[in-house]
């Protein structure tokens, strides 16, 4: 949904500041450290409870101030939601939805996604695989609530697993304890493969029609989910069984979701392997793009796309096909230092209508 106006207080290097933004393109512009990164950070924070560029909640609370606040009025279809987060000098955070504190945040997670390209989501193709895991979780997460569930259950269990496990040596076996444990997780983990499983399927051949869609381009570009999924949970357990006594020597459930890879390729190479610069952040765009699908398709509402700092990364020839590719009736919210440069970059700002910010 979009979002219609930001207010935040004490937040990263901001005092107060209050911004009302526009539906379509809204552009955040300034020097270096002026704090337009942090405005989006703000909104993703609203988004799915969290920042994109640090997990110590109290490295967001400006130098020695007391408490923050972030607060944002999204348009949904009938009325403006209000989102807000307090959080106090020692991290402790409250939620709340139209004045109605959050038990839980997967009340907030899915509301109103937000599609991020920034330097930070670079990791998606050139991180480890526990950070490709982590995005596709968090999408899947944004889409679809059980996903959500089902994620925070597995990684619950598997947490108590791995405790267990880790308690325990060959001598000392953990026995019937496990048993109930490894029954436990089959159930859980393979609820959850399948769901991955369904979703990745849907990214892919969103993927390939965004790959499509870039006409002038000769490039191939695919992904792919590596993972050893049971055909049921009896085989999954029976696998569980088998490496018992691996798991206990290394004291961690090596078989499972949390295993899973994800591999991008570009012109038939592993694009971690083999990617140059450019190609990253081409790989990069196209996932993001795809993301944008992904989310349309499924939750058959619109994310906030937010780009940060993408013309200084991109080629002139790269942000206008990008630019030709986010749909007009997205809200878009980029930010830069160079107002000059988004403008010859095909992009039209409505700097009469909001849409148009300098941070000095
Ligand atoms: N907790 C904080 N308190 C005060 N200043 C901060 C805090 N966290 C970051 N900053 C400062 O805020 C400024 C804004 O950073 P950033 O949002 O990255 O700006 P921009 O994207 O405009 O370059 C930086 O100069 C940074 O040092
Ligand atoms: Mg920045």
Request: hydrophobic fraction near 35%; charged fraction near 30%; aromatic fraction near 10%.
């Amino acid at each position: 949904m979009p979002i219609k106006e930001i207010g935040l207080v004490s937040f990263r290097n901001h005092d107060t500041i209050n911004l009302e933004f526009c539906p379509k393109i809204n552009v955040i512009w300034g020097k270096n450290g002026s704090g337009k990164t942090a405005i989006l950070e703000a909104i993703h924070s609203l988004s799915i409870g969290r920042s994109f560029r640090t997990n110590r909640k109290k490295e967001l609370l400006k130098d020695d101030k007391e408490f923050l606040s972030i607060t944002g009025k999204f348009q949904t279809a009938d009325k403006i939601q209000e989102i807000q987060i307090n959080q106090t000098k020692d991290g402790t955070r409250r939620t709340f939805i139209d004045g109605k504190k959050l038990e839980s945040i997967r009340e907030l997670v899915g509301l109103n996604p937000v599609v991020l390209l920034s330097p930070e989501e670079q990791v998606i193709t050139k991180g480890a695989p526990q950070d490709q895991r982590n995005y596709f979780n968090k999408l899947f997460s944004v889409v679809s609530n059980e996903y959500f569930t089902i994620l925070s259950d597995y990684n619950r269990i598997l947490k108590q697993r791995n405790k267990l496990l880790d308690d325990f040596n060959l001598t000392n076996k953990a026995g019937a304890e496990l048993d109930i444990w490894n029954e436990r997780i089959s159930e859980i983990g393979q609820k959850l493969w399948k769901k991955r499983e369904y979703y990745f399927k849907n990214f892919s051949l969103e993927l390939n029609k965004t790959v499509k869609d870039f006409k002038d381009d000769k490039f191939t570009f695919s992904c792919e989910l590596v993972t050893k999924i049971a055909d049921n949970e009896k085989e999954y357990t029976e696998i569980l069984n088998k490496r018992h006594n691996r798991d206990i020597y290394l004291g961690r459930t090596t078989y499972g979701p949390h295993t899973d890879k994800i591999n991008f390729t570009f012109n038939e190479k592993n694009i971690k392997q083999y990617g140059s610069q450019g190609e990253h952040k081409l790989a990069l765009l196209l996932i993001k793009l795809a993301e944008v699908r992904l989310i349309r398709k499924v939750t058959k509402n619109a994310p906030i796309v937010l780009l940060d700092d993408l013309f200084a990364k991109l080629d002139n020839y790269r942000s206008k096909q990008a630019m030709a590719m986010i749909d007009n009736d997205l809200q878009t919210i980029i930010t830069t230092t160079d107002l000059k440069i988004v403008e010859d970059r095909g992009v039209e700002i409505d700097k009469f209508n909001n849409g148009s910010f300098y941070l000095g």
